[in-house]
């Protein structure tokens, strides 16, 4: 059985200097927190983690993400989904290329087991933040680019983890935000330690009253 009290008021002691003292942070975080995760949320746990490989990126992961029975797995990777194909079609205007050239659409063929109408495997819904991304995608700086699409993606998470505090979303929520920030290293140490600080920050406004350690 998972023992979320423990691992989400145990979060904010995984901070900053942890991270950066071992090298390996984010894989040794995930392990701590594996070891008071049950086995089906720890199955959970690794659908997304895999999600963060980009070589897993294809029609077959998306259609497992989009029918997963957890919902923060199917409504972040909806998303993901999405801002996937929008740099992929940004990419290909850019380069003169068709515009659905590497889009993932979902379209599957008649041969397919338990496909609508239309012969979809899966769809990616309304994206309601693809204003937000086609506006960050036109910004010429590369670090600047990242960064928004980053804060795009951070402010989805936090939607999906609303009213979420001692639960597998929230553990899942933590990670993936986490991923985030642990990307920054490579690109803006600086950013890289400000994300940090947000995800802890984040994290101890969910614990009013709870003693830290720094």
């Known amino acids: 059985m998972s023992n979320f009290e423990y691992i989400i008021s145990s979060l904010p002691y995984l901070t900053v200097d942890y991270k950066y003292a071992e ?17 089906k949320d720890n199955a959970v746990l690794d659908f997304l983690l895999k999600g963060f490989q980009g070589s897993e990126l294809n029609p077959d992961f998306y259609a497992g993400a989009l029918r997963h029975p957890h919902k923060f797995i199917r409504e972040y990777f909806r998303f993901d989904l999405n801002l996937r194909n929008a740099k992929v079609r940004f990419l290909n205007r850019s380069l003169g290329r068709p515009d659905e050239q590497d889009v993932i659409t979902g379209l599957g063929t008649e041969e397919d087991q338990d496909l609508d109408t239309d012969l979809y495997r899966f769809h990616g819904g309304e994206f309601e933040e693809a204003a937000k991304v086609d506006t960050a995608l036109s910004l010429g700086d590369l670090l600047s680019r990242e960064k928004e699409l980053d804060d795009i993606s951070w402010e989805k998470i936090s939607s999906l983890e609303t009213f979420h505090y001692f639960d597998l979303t929230a553990v899942l929520a933590y990670i993936a935000k986490l991923h985030i920030a642990d990307r920054w290293l490579a690109l803006d140490e600086q950013k890289g330690r400000e994300r940090f600080q947000q995800l802890v920050n984040e994290v101890r406004g969910t614990f009013k009253g709870v003693h830290y350690t720094e």
């Open 23 to 39: 090298g390996q942070g984010f894989s040794r975080v995930v392990e701590e927190i594996r070891e008071n995760l049950g086995e």
